[in-house]
């Protein structure tokens, strides 16, 4: 009688513990897919904001990119490559600065990225890649600015929209995705307006869902 008890048991705990499994690996699937459905989703807000001006060329020839019409380039000042009015001078404004970094690193990792960008401090941010090679890291200002910062061509070059204060919504994130979706990148410096050293933007094909778990937990300080 002991013996049947033992094998009815064990055989209960067998099966409980294998629906446990499959219920586990369901919601997994379940979370994989709602992240891609998130991912193409913000995809498709960057890729619906209309840039129908090519700026000319900065950073001595390293950069260009398109913004959206009425943007008024503002006279250059000595942190920024470049920066921008909004329509009539209003918000949003843009500002892009670039500096080299030092000889051997070629992308922000969640090791390097808040030495490498001294603005991060304390904020929360997330870092993503974007192919084999190329990494940026977003962070913000909660109400008021929106910014993405990449080491390209030996530079390291970030792009911040700053609205009026507690005024930051998700359209005005997602015109700086789709600017930085237009950039172009050159070492050489030999970009013209509008023009192309290589095939495609740096963050042409953004994906926006990319992050492991993991790298966006080590990325992001606990509050």
């Known amino acids: ?10 055989a209960s705990l067998l099966f ?6 499959e219920k586990e690996t369901g919601n997994s699937g379940k979370k994989k897919e709602k992240a891609a459905e998130s991912a193409s989703a913000k995809n498709e807000k960057a890729a619906k904001v209309v840039l129908s001006e090519s700026q000319p060329p900065f950073d001595g020839g390293r950069l260009t990119f398109s913004t959206p019409k009425g943007w008024v380039l503002q006279s250059k000042r000595d ?12 918000f949003p404004h843009m500002y892009v600065s670039a500096e080299a ?17 001294p ?25 008021q600015s929106y910014s993405l910062a990449a080491i390209r061509e030996g530079r390291l070059y970030i792009f911040e929209i700053r609205t009026a204060p507690d005024d930051l919504k998700q359209k005005t994130k997602d015109t700086l995705d789709a600017i930085l979706a ?7 410096g030999t970009l ?3 023009g192309e050293s290589e095939e495609g933007g740096f963050f042409s094909g953004l994906n926006f869902g990319d992050t492991s778990e993991a790298e ?7 509050e």
Not at 1 to 10: A, D, E, G
Not at 79 to 90: L, M, N, S, T
Not at 111 to 117: K, L, S, T, Y
Request: overall charge neutral; aromatic content about 12%.
């Open 192 to 194: 013209a307006a509008g």
């Open 119 to 143: 603005a991060l401090g304390d904020k929360k941010i997330k870092f993503k890649t974007h192919g084999e090679k190329n990494s940026w890291v977003s962070y913000e200002q909660k109400g």
């Open 182 to 188: 237009s950039a172009k990148f050159d070492e050489a």
């Open 16 to 21: 409980f513990a294998g629906c446990g499994g």
């Open 101 to 117: 970094v030092a000889k051997g690193v070629t992308e922000l990792t969640s090791e390097n990225a808040r030495e490498a960008v």
């Open 1 to 10: 009688m002991n013996r049947v008890m033992f094998f009815v048991l064990t």
């Open 79 to 90: 942190e920024y490559v470049a920066w921008f009015r909004g329509p009539k001078g209003a």
């Open 216 to 222: 966006e937990k080590e990325a992001e300080p606990e």
